[in-house]
Protein backbone atom coordinates (compact mmCIF):
# COMPACT_ATOMS: atom_id res chain seq x y z
CA UNK A 1 0.00 0.00 0.00
CA UNK A 2 0.87 3.67 -0.81
CA UNK A 3 -1.03 5.63 1.76
CA UNK A 4 -2.05 9.16 1.43
CA UNK A 5 -2.67 11.25 4.42
CA UNK A 6 -3.92 14.76 4.82
CA UNK A 7 -3.84 15.86 7.93
CA UNK A 8 -1.17 15.55 10.76
CA UNK A 9 -3.03 16.95 13.88
CA UNK A 10 -4.25 15.07 16.66
CA UNK A 11 -5.74 11.93 14.82
CA UNK A 12 -2.33 12.36 12.34
CA UNK A 13 0.43 11.78 14.84
CA UNK A 14 -1.59 9.58 17.23
CA UNK A 15 -2.55 7.38 13.73
CA UNK A 16 1.23 7.46 12.74
CA UNK A 17 1.68 5.82 16.54
CA UNK A 18 -0.09 3.04 15.50
CA UNK A 19 0.93 2.26 11.76
CA UNK A 20 4.42 0.22 12.84
CA UNK A 21 3.93 -2.87 11.58
CA UNK A 22 1.71 -2.84 9.16
CA UNK A 23 2.06 -3.81 5.55
CA UNK A 24 2.61 -0.11 4.28
CA UNK A 25 5.32 0.56 1.89
CA UNK A 26 5.21 4.02 1.61
CA UNK A 27 3.41 6.70 3.12
CA UNK A 28 2.86 10.78 1.97
CA UNK A 29 1.29 13.39 3.99
CA UNK A 30 -0.46 16.51 3.16
CA UNK A 31 0.45 19.26 5.43
CA UNK A 32 -0.26 22.81 5.53
CA UNK A 33 2.56 25.22 4.42
CA UNK A 34 5.62 25.73 6.34
CA UNK A 35 4.75 22.53 8.50
CA UNK A 36 6.35 19.47 6.43
CA UNK A 37 9.71 20.09 8.40
CA UNK A 38 8.04 20.53 12.05
CA UNK A 39 6.13 17.29 10.72
CA UNK A 40 8.70 15.11 9.98
CA UNK A 41 10.73 16.35 13.13
CA UNK A 42 7.57 15.37 14.84
CA UNK A 43 7.58 11.86 13.14
CA UNK A 44 10.77 11.00 14.54
CA UNK A 45 9.87 10.79 18.25
CA UNK A 46 6.28 9.32 17.11
CA UNK A 47 7.41 6.32 15.17
CA UNK A 48 11.03 6.51 14.02
CA UNK A 49 10.52 3.36 12.38
CA UNK A 50 7.97 4.48 9.98
CA UNK A 51 10.33 8.18 8.90
CA UNK A 52 12.26 6.08 6.02
CA UNK A 53 8.61 5.28 4.22
CA UNK A 54 7.19 8.93 4.93
CA UNK A 55 7.13 11.73 2.39
CA UNK A 56 5.41 14.82 3.96
CA UNK A 57 4.45 17.61 1.26
CA UNK A 58 2.95 21.12 1.68
CA UNK A 59 1.53 21.60 -1.80
CA UNK A 60 -1.54 19.53 -3.15
CA UNK A 61 0.13 19.28 -6.56
CA UNK A 62 2.86 17.05 -4.89
CA UNK A 63 0.90 15.21 -2.76
CA UNK A 64 -1.88 13.98 -6.33
CA UNK A 65 1.52 13.55 -8.47
CA UNK A 66 2.90 11.13 -5.69
CA UNK A 67 -0.56 9.18 -6.43
CA UNK A 68 -0.87 7.12 -2.56
CA UNK A 69 -3.63 4.54 -4.22
CA UNK A 70 -5.17 4.29 -0.67
CA UNK A 71 -5.81 8.05 1.17
CA UNK A 72 -7.45 9.20 4.51
CA UNK A 73 -8.28 12.77 5.12
CA UNK A 74 -7.62 13.32 9.12
CA UNK A 75 -7.45 17.51 8.45
CA UNK A 76 -11.24 18.79 8.75
CA UNK A 77 -13.88 20.43 6.74
CA UNK A 78 -11.96 22.72 4.81
CA UNK A 79 -9.44 19.79 3.37
CA UNK A 80 -12.74 17.78 2.39
CA UNK A 81 -14.14 20.54 0.53
CA UNK A 82 -10.43 21.01 -1.27
CA UNK A 83 -8.96 17.75 -1.96
CA UNK A 84 -11.79 14.86 -1.54
CA UNK A 85 -13.34 15.00 -4.74
CA UNK A 86 -10.11 15.21 -6.48
CA UNK A 87 -8.97 12.46 -4.70
CA UNK A 88 -11.81 9.91 -5.71
CA UNK A 89 -11.90 11.79 -9.40
CA UNK A 90 -8.45 10.06 -9.92
CA UNK A 91 -9.88 6.77 -9.20
CA UNK A 92 -8.58 6.61 -5.30
CA UNK A 93 -10.36 5.40 -2.62
CA UNK A 94 -11.16 7.66 0.70
CA UNK A 95 -12.01 7.65 4.01
CA UNK A 96 -13.14 10.97 5.24
CA UNK A 97 -13.05 11.48 9.23
CA UNK A 98 -13.79 14.94 8.81
CA UNK A 99 -17.85 13.32 7.83
CA UNK A 100 -19.75 16.41 8.90
CA UNK A 101 -18.49 17.93 5.58
CA UNK A 102 -20.84 16.16 3.76
CA UNK A 103 -24.06 18.10 5.86
CA UNK A 104 -23.31 20.37 3.01
CA UNK A 105 -25.55 18.98 0.29
CA UNK A 106 -23.81 20.41 -2.86
CA UNK A 107 -20.74 18.90 -1.21
CA UNK A 108 -22.37 15.73 -0.69
CA UNK A 109 -23.28 15.55 -4.42
CA UNK A 110 -20.39 16.46 -5.76
CA UNK A 111 -18.28 13.70 -4.09
CA UNK A 112 -20.93 11.17 -4.91
CA UNK A 113 -20.91 12.01 -8.69
CA UNK A 114 -16.89 11.91 -8.36
CA UNK A 115 -16.49 8.39 -6.80
CA UNK A 116 -19.09 7.55 -9.35
CA UNK A 117 -16.76 9.21 -11.81
CA UNK A 118 -13.34 7.65 -10.59
CA UNK A 119 -15.16 4.55 -9.79
CA UNK A 120 -13.75 5.03 -6.45
CA UNK A 121 -14.95 4.59 -2.70
CA UNK A 122 -16.06 7.78 -0.51
CA UNK A 123 -15.44 5.49 2.87
CA UNK A 124 -17.11 7.07 5.90
CA UNK A 125 -15.67 5.53 8.80
CA UNK A 126 -17.46 4.57 12.56
CA UNK A 127 -15.41 7.69 13.73
CA UNK A 128 -16.03 8.47 17.88
CA UNK A 129 -19.00 6.26 18.00
CA UNK A 130 -20.48 2.58 17.16
CA UNK A 131 -22.92 1.13 15.14
CA UNK A 132 -23.47 2.68 11.79
CA UNK A 133 -23.66 -1.08 10.82
CA UNK A 134 -27.16 -1.37 11.98
CA UNK A 135 -28.13 1.87 10.91
CA UNK A 136 -27.24 1.45 7.66
CA UNK A 137 -28.76 -2.03 7.39
CA UNK A 138 -32.23 -0.93 8.62
CA UNK A 139 -31.98 2.23 6.85
CA UNK A 140 -33.15 0.85 3.71
CA UNK A 141 -36.69 -0.40 5.51
CA UNK A 142 -37.68 3.08 6.50
CA UNK A 143 -39.22 5.16 8.76
CA UNK A 144 -36.43 5.62 11.48
CA UNK A 145 -36.08 7.70 14.10
CA UNK A 146 -33.02 8.79 16.02
CA UNK A 147 -32.02 11.11 18.79
CA UNK A 148 -28.79 11.73 19.99
CA UNK A 149 -26.96 13.44 22.64
CA UNK A 150 -23.33 14.27 22.42
CA UNK A 151 -21.46 15.70 25.74
CA UNK A 152 -18.10 16.87 26.24
CA UNK A 153 -16.55 18.67 29.17
CA UNK A 154 -16.54 22.56 28.99
CA UNK A 155 -13.16 22.97 27.39
CA UNK A 156 -14.11 20.60 24.11
CA UNK A 157 -16.48 23.97 23.12
CA UNK A 158 -14.06 26.56 23.44
CA UNK A 159 -13.92 28.46 19.87
CA UNK A 160 -17.42 27.02 19.43
CA UNK A 161 -20.88 28.90 18.93
CA UNK A 162 -21.87 27.99 22.40
CA UNK A 163 -18.77 30.11 24.02
CA UNK A 164 -20.02 33.09 22.74
CA UNK A 165 -22.83 33.22 25.20
CA UNK A 166 -21.88 30.76 28.02
CA UNK A 167 -18.63 31.52 30.26
CA UNK A 168 -17.78 28.03 29.82
CA UNK A 169 -14.98 27.73 32.61
CA UNK A 170 -17.92 29.36 35.03
CA UNK A 171 -20.53 26.08 34.22
CA UNK A 172 -21.18 24.17 37.21
CA UNK A 173 -24.05 22.12 35.79
CA UNK A 174 -24.54 20.23 32.21
CA UNK A 175 -25.59 22.46 30.19
CA UNK A 176 -27.91 21.00 27.15
CA UNK A 177 -27.06 24.19 25.08
CA UNK A 178 -28.17 23.27 21.56
CA UNK A 179 -30.92 21.18 19.83
CA UNK A 180 -31.46 20.34 16.49
CA UNK A 181 -31.24 18.92 13.64
CA UNK A 182 -27.90 16.71 12.12
CA UNK A 183 -27.99 19.51 9.71
CA UNK A 184 -27.41 22.42 12.08
CA UNK A 185 -25.30 20.28 14.25
CA UNK A 186 -22.78 19.72 11.62
CA UNK A 187 -22.73 22.95 9.88
CA UNK A 188 -22.35 25.09 13.18
CA UNK A 189 -19.93 22.66 15.23
CA UNK A 190 -17.92 21.33 12.69
CA UNK A 191 -15.17 20.07 15.03
CA UNK A 192 -17.99 18.46 17.56
CA UNK A 193 -20.41 16.83 15.64
CA UNK A 194 -18.99 14.84 13.00
CA UNK A 195 -20.53 11.80 15.06
CA UNK A 196 -24.19 13.46 14.59
CA UNK A 197 -23.24 13.65 10.62
CA UNK A 198 -22.32 9.97 10.75
CA UNK A 199 -25.31 8.86 12.66
CA UNK A 200 -27.68 10.72 9.92
CA UNK A 201 -25.87 9.35 6.78
CA UNK A 202 -26.00 5.67 8.33
CA UNK A 203 -29.83 6.11 9.25
CA UNK A 204 -32.39 8.84 8.46
CA UNK A 205 -30.69 11.37 6.85
CA UNK A 206 -29.91 14.71 8.39
CA UNK A 207 -33.40 16.66 8.86
CA UNK A 208 -34.75 14.01 10.66
CA UNK A 209 -31.69 13.07 12.81
CA UNK A 210 -32.45 14.95 16.28
CA UNK A 211 -29.52 16.51 17.91
CA UNK A 212 -28.89 17.83 21.56
CA UNK A 213 -25.43 18.96 22.74
CA UNK A 214 -24.69 19.34 25.99
CA UNK A 215 -21.60 21.04 27.86
CA UNK A 216 -21.00 19.42 31.69
CA UNK A 217 -18.35 20.18 33.92
CA UNK A 218 -18.65 16.53 35.37
CA UNK A 219 -17.58 14.71 32.34
CA UNK A 220 -14.22 13.06 31.89
CA UNK A 221 -14.64 12.37 27.95
CA UNK A 222 -16.30 12.51 25.43
CA UNK A 223 -20.09 10.57 25.71
CA UNK A 224 -22.21 9.85 22.68
CA UNK A 225 -25.49 8.27 23.14
CA UNK A 226 -28.59 7.56 21.11
CA UNK A 227 -32.11 6.10 20.69
CA UNK A 228 -32.82 4.68 17.47
CA UNK A 229 -36.42 3.12 16.74
CA UNK A 230 -37.00 1.52 13.12
CA UNK A 231 -39.97 -0.86 12.03
CA UNK A 232 -37.43 -3.81 12.86
CA UNK A 233 -35.31 -3.06 16.09
CA UNK A 234 -35.04 -0.53 18.74
CA UNK A 235 -31.34 0.38 19.68
CA UNK A 236 -29.79 2.11 22.52
CA UNK A 237 -25.72 3.19 22.19
CA UNK A 238 -24.06 4.91 24.98
CA UNK A 239 -20.26 5.38 24.91
CA UNK A 240 -17.44 6.78 27.10
CA UNK A 241 -14.69 7.61 24.90
CA UNK A 242 -11.60 9.15 26.08
CA UNK A 243 -10.45 12.25 24.23
CA UNK A 244 -6.90 12.17 22.72
CA UNK A 245 -3.96 13.44 24.11
CA UNK A 246 -3.54 16.38 21.47
CA UNK A 247 -7.20 18.09 20.87
CA UNK A 248 -9.76 17.38 23.85
CA UNK A 249 -12.75 17.75 21.17
CA UNK A 250 -11.22 14.31 19.57
CA UNK A 251 -12.13 11.34 21.26
CA UNK A 252 -9.18 8.44 21.07
CA UNK A 253 -11.92 5.63 19.11
CA UNK A 254 -11.46 8.18 16.18
CA UNK A 255 -8.45 7.44 15.78
CA UNK A 256 -8.73 3.78 15.86
CA UNK A 257 -11.47 3.83 13.29
CA UNK A 258 -9.14 5.06 11.13
CA UNK A 259 -6.77 2.26 12.02
CA UNK A 260 -9.53 0.17 11.59
CA UNK A 261 -10.06 1.01 7.93
CA UNK A 262 -6.56 0.82 6.92
CA UNK A 263 -6.25 -2.52 8.23
CA UNK A 264 -9.32 -4.06 6.20
CA UNK A 265 -7.98 -2.50 3.43
CA UNK A 266 -4.48 -4.22 3.88
CA UNK A 267 -6.76 -7.75 4.54
CA UNK A 268 -6.83 -10.17 4.61
CA UNK A 269 -10.05 -10.10 6.67
CA UNK A 270 -12.37 -6.56 6.26
CA UNK A 271 -14.19 -6.30 9.95
N1 LIG B 1 -15.87 11.23 12.55
C1 LIG B 1 -15.65 11.51 13.83
O1 LIG B 1 -16.22 10.86 14.74
C2 LIG B 1 -14.69 12.58 14.22
C3 LIG B 1 -14.18 13.44 13.26
N2 LIG B 1 -13.28 14.42 13.61
C4 LIG B 1 -12.79 15.31 12.55
O2 LIG B 1 -11.41 15.11 12.40
C5 LIG B 1 -10.77 16.37 12.17
C6 LIG B 1 -9.34 16.29 12.64
O3 LIG B 1 -9.31 16.08 14.05
P1 LIG B 1 -7.99 16.37 14.90
O4 LIG B 1 -6.85 15.62 14.33
O5 LIG B 1 -8.36 16.14 16.33
O6 LIG B 1 -7.81 17.92 14.65
P2 LIG B 1 -6.48 18.77 14.82
O7 LIG B 1 -6.91 20.19 14.76
O8 LIG B 1 -5.68 18.28 15.97
O9 LIG B 1 -5.65 18.41 13.49
C7 LIG B 1 -6.06 18.77 12.21
C8 LIG B 1 -4.78 18.92 11.40
O10 LIG B 1 -5.12 19.03 10.02
C9 LIG B 1 -4.37 20.09 9.47
N3 LIG B 1 -5.10 20.63 8.33
C10 LIG B 1 -6.24 21.34 8.34
N4 LIG B 1 -6.60 21.66 7.09
C11 LIG B 1 -5.65 21.12 6.29
C12 LIG B 1 -5.46 21.11 4.88
N5 LIG B 1 -6.31 21.73 4.07
N6 LIG B 1 -4.37 20.48 4.38
C13 LIG B 1 -3.50 19.84 5.20
N7 LIG B 1 -3.62 19.82 6.53
C14 LIG B 1 -4.69 20.46 7.06
C15 LIG B 1 -4.19 21.11 10.59
O11 LIG B 1 -3.07 21.91 10.34
C16 LIG B 1 -3.98 20.18 11.78
O12 LIG B 1 -2.62 19.84 11.92
C17 LIG B 1 -11.64 17.39 12.93
O13 LIG B 1 -11.59 18.64 12.33
C18 LIG B 1 -13.02 16.79 12.87
O14 LIG B 1 -13.75 17.39 11.82
C19 LIG B 1 -12.84 14.54 14.88
C20 LIG B 1 -13.31 13.70 15.87
C21 LIG B 1 -14.32 12.69 15.62
O1 LIG C 1 -14.41 12.77 18.92
C1 LIG C 1 -15.57 12.82 19.37
O2 LIG C 1 -15.89 12.39 20.49
C2 LIG C 1 -16.69 13.33 18.52
C3 LIG C 1 -16.43 14.54 17.78
O3 LIG C 1 -15.54 15.29 18.02
C4 LIG C 1 -17.35 14.83 16.67
O4 LIG C 1 -18.45 14.26 16.63
O5 LIG C 1 -16.98 15.65 15.82
Keep these: MHLGVIGFGSIGRELFGLLG ?10 VRAGRAETSSEALQQ ?31 YNAVEAYAAKVLETGT ?8 ALSDQSLHDTL ?5 AGQARLILPS ?33 TPVAE ?10 LEFFHGTAREAALAYP ?10 LAGGGFETTQVTLVADPEATGNAHRYELTSPLASVSVEIANKASGGNVKTSLATVYSVLREIRNRLGPIAI
Design 112 to 116: LAAAK
Design 165 to 174: TVDLDALDHA
Design 93 to 100: DLVVVSIG
Design 46 to 76: IAPDLVARTTFVEQDADFFAAAPDFVVEVAG
Design 21 to 30: GLDIARITVL
Design 191 to 200: KNANVAAALA
Design 127 to 159: GAVGGLDILAGLAPAGDMTLRYFGTKPPKAWAG
